[in-house]
């Protein structure tokens, strides 16, 4: 099965300690040049001034290494865990606001339209790159019903998804043409999201 990290190093002649970085730095630029069809492991290495088997010791198959790059261009929520649903809904907000406000994102939207034509790869990307966020918030709810702070008949999978899709909205190029973007509708969203999960009694701390 592909994989995101980079394969264990071989005795020998010591590593580069800057070619990992210079080799992801290249995956991401080739990606957002010519999308997954058209990535080359000979144009990585002429990108990242390695050789090709410099890339295979790390990354052995053509998928691990597009998988790699992908991850960087993937948030990756902790569980912030502080006793409060509206605080910890208000972390996870800003914590995807900041990852999507970052151009680096849009590379990773345009390659979403070809994993179609790529099962396997997508298969791995959504388990480490979408599966995990959205078990994060599923945790964050789940802890929030345990409380009693949210309704007990909420679906907690289709809550997860609704929040971080309107957030991946609010991120779009159609939304900031509207002139909406996700800092500037985070609290009139948050009011009608947690509105919508509350418990009946329970008005929240703000």
């Known amino acids: 099965m592909a994989s995101t990290s980079p ?9 580069d300690p800057g070619a990992d970085e210079r080799i992801i730095q290249a995956v991401v630029d080739e990606l957002a040049e010519v999308g997954i069809a058209g990535f080359r492991i000979n144009s990585i290495a002429a990108r ?4 090709k088997r410099t890339l295979y010791s790390r990354w052995p198959e053509r ?34 606001a900041e990852h999507l406000d970052s151009p680096r994102w849009l590379i990773g939207a345009r390659c979403s339209f070809e994993f179609p034509d790529h099962p396997e790869l997508y298969a791995t990307f959504q388990r480490d790159c979408i599966d995990q966020p959205l078990a994060v918030i599923e945790d964050v709810l789940r802890d929030a019903q345990v409380r ?29 043409l509207r002139g909406m973007n996700t800092h500037a509708v ?5 009011d009608l999201f947690l509105h919508g999960l509350r418990a009946v009694g329970d008005a929240g701390s703000g």
């Open 7 to 15: 394969a264990a190093a071989k005795p020998g002649r010591p590593r």
């Open 48 to 51: 990242a001034k390695v050789a």
């Open 63 to 96: 998928d691990d290494l597009i998988l790699a790059g992908l991850a960087t261009l993937s948030v990756r929520l902790d569980p912030p865990c502080t006793g409060s649903l509206e605080e910890d809904i208000r972390l996870l907000y800003d914590a995807m």
């Open 148 to 176: 009693g702070e949210l309704r007990s008949d909420i679906d907690r999978s289709v809550a997860a998804e609704t929040f971080a899709a309107s957030i991946g909205g609010f991120s779009t190029h159609i939304a900031r």
């Open 186 to 190: 985070r609290d009139r969203f948050l």
